[in-house]
C-alpha cells in the first residue's frame, strides 16, 4: 500500500496568514493527489484534485502544487472558516490510501 | 443537487451484521462509483472499496474484504454496505461518496456512525 505521510499534524495560525500543508507519498504518485478538507462534525469535502486542480466553489485561496512524492496544499489569507482538518489522498494505486491529517486551528 | 442520504446511527451487537444504506439523488445513479470510507476516532479516513452500479463490479481494499460487501439496487438509487461479524474495531463512522471514476470523491453522504457493544 502506498503510505501518506501529513505534515504538521497540526498547526496553529493567524486570521490573514498564509499556511502550507504537506504530504508525502511513499512512491511515485503522478500527481493523483487529493485533498479534502473536514470541518468538527462534517463530512469531508473535496477541494483539490489532480494535485493542483480547484474543485468548483472551492475559494481561490486554496490552491494546490507538487509532483513526484511531495506535495502541498496552500491557504493563502486564513479564514476563520478554514478551521478544520485536511486529508490528502492518493488514487494512484489501490488501495486508495489517505494522510492522517493535519488539523488546522487559530492562534 | 448531488446529495447522498445515508441511513441512521446502529448500535449492534458483537459477532452481529448491519447494512448500511446511502440513497443517491441529483445525478445519474449509474454514471459514478460509490465508494465506501471509515473514519475511526473522528480522525484517519480509510477506504473500504467501491462499486460501479452500472455493472455491479465492486474493488475492494485487501483489508476489508471479509467484512464488508458491497450492493446496489439500481431501481432505488441505493447504494448498501453490509459489515459483518462486528467487533469493537468496527466501531465508527462510515461515509459513502461519489467517486470521479475509481478516483477521488467529490461527494460525500453525511456518514453513519456504527457502535459496537453489547
Known amino acids: 500500500d502506498i503510505r501518506m505521510t501529513q505534515s504538521p499534524a497540526s498547526l496553529s495560525a493567524s486570521l490573514g496568514e498564509t499556511v502550507n500543508i504537506e504530504c508525502l507519498a511513499s512512491?511515485?504518485?503522478?500527481?493523483?493527489l487529493a485533498w479534502y478538507q473536514q470541518k468538527p462534525g462534517k463530512s469531508p469535502q473535496l477541494l483539490i484534485y489532480?494535485?493542483?486542480s480547484l474543485q468548483n466553489g472551492v475559494p481561490s485561496r486554496f490552491s494546490g502544487s507538487g509532483s513526484g512524492t511531495q506535495y502541498s496544499l496552500k491557504i493563502n489569507s486564513l479564514q476563520s472558516e478554514d478551521v478544520a482538518t485536511y486529508f490528502c489522498q492518493q488514487y494512484n494505486n489501490y488501495p486508495r490510501t489517505f494522510g492522517g491529517g493535519t488539523k488546522l486551528e487559530l492562534k | 443537487q448531488v446529495n447522498l442520504l445515508q441511513s441512521g446511527a446502529a448500535l449492534v451487537k458483537p459477532g452481529a451484521s448491519v447494512k448500511l444504506s446511502c440513497k443517491a439523488s441529483g445525478y445519474t445513479f449509474t454514471d459514478y462509483y460509490i465508494h465506501w470510507v471509515k473514519q475511526s476516532h473522528g480522525k484517519s479516513l480509510e477506504w473500504i472499496g467501491y462499486?460501479?452500479?452500472?455493472?455491479?463490479?465492486?474493488n475492494y481494499n485487501e483489508k476489508f474484504k471479509s467484512k464488508a460487501t458491497l450492493t446496489v439496487d439500481k431501481s432505488t438509487n441505493t447504494a448498501y454496505m453490509e459489515l459483518s461479524r462486528l467487533t469493537s474495531e468496527d466501531s465508527a463512522t462510515y461515509y459513502c461518496?461519489?467517486?470521479?471514476?475509481?478516483?477521488?470523491?467529490?461527494?460525500w453522504g453525511q456518514g453513519v456512525m456504527v457502535t459496537v457493544s453489547s
Open positions: 512512491e511515485d504518485i503522478y500527481s493523483d
Open positions: 462499486i460501479n452500479p452500472n455493472s455491479g463490479y465492486t
Open positions: 489532480n494535485a493542483n
Open positions: 461518496t461519489r467517486g470521479w471514476g475509481g478516483y477521488y470523491f467529490d461527494y
